[in-house]
């Protein structure tokens, strides 16, 4: 005990010095927490990033900085490292090799607030592709595992503390029962937050080497760790929850060009393999009974928005559930969408979260800045 104190007294004392305004131990969880006037303080999300040579070199680095510039308790990025599929000639990582996560080790680990992720398709389901490089998406997991989520902590220049998901319900590449690091929770002044492995392309399920065992342990690990969430949640007397996956599921009838298609009532998709459909009754059903404001961040189909798509089963809109996607884009469009949401969180008011699009000066495109 009394070196677990002297760290986070160390880390106090650093993250204090950096950024500027005084910290709090929360000894019962085990993580270092803002205490900012007021009760408020932001956090930075983002995703989808990088998905070509310039974005790697520029656009992320100048997101980055942009970060850094501002008072973030902490930042979550929701997964996919690189593009889809490797780009031909490319200079920086865009197959699945080591190389890339090697290059996002060091890009979490010089932003100054706490940083924490949530693997995506591209990088781990998706890499048994041919052109990323025909590797075994769960041994590339495993790497994922290995690389950003060895400890309880997360990354940045600033650790943060986090739950993790330790019971072996997940598989590694041999088939064998593991523990889902990369899912993880944490509580910032009576906000309640989590990671969530969920995948796109169809939560693998589909694509190149779909994997329904793996799929089956996962998917049911997911449910248990949300479900867990809005227990402790409710128990710590939060506020707010905030759920982080990559994936988008779909919600309802509106967006076929960007999400599966799902009937909004019953949550069933329009066509198979359904790779969601059980994690999101499962929510539905947290979510009305948690009563309180619940956001839902993802990434996955690279539009930013902020709206209202859970329905419950007569149709109602759940006035309390918030989706929110971050900035993504491909390649063709530069450093066009490389950029960054604010949320600010303040858990005094009623809604708790409110939202400030971060336009990265240094990688507007269409209206440079002035």
Known sequence: MTKITSLAQSVRKNVANSVGFPFVIAAVIGFISPAVEADTYSIGLWGDLAYSDVQATVGVPNLIADMNAQRLAFTVHDGDLKAGNAIAGSTTPTTCDDALYTQWQSFFNTLNAPAMFTPGDNDWTDCDRISNGAFSSLERLDHERQVFFSTPYSLGLHAL????????????????????????????????????NIQGSCNNLCDTAPDAAEFAARNAANIKWMNETFTKAKSRKSVAVM????????????????????NPKTLVEAALPDGYVDFLVALREKVIDFKKPVA??????????????????????????????????????????VNWLKVLVDNRSREVFSYQPQIVPGNRVAVPAL
């Open 161 to 196: 503390k986090q739950e993790v998901q330790m019971e072996p319900l997940c598989l590694d590449a041999n088939g064998n029962k593991v523990a889902c690091v990369e899912n993880r929770r944490w509580t910032v002044d009576r906000v309640t937050y989590a990671t969530l």
């Open 243 to 262: 759920l982080i996956s990559q994936a988008d599921p779909g919600w309802d009838l509106s967006d076929s060009t960007r999400a599966p298609l799902r």
């Open 296 to 337: 839902y961040v993802h990434g996955d189909s690279h539009y930013f928005r902020i709206d209202k798509p859970f329905l419950n089963t007569t149709g109602q809109r759940l006035e309390n559930f918030t989706r929110i996607e971050t900035f993504g884009d491909n390649a063709a469009n530069s450093t066009n969408d």
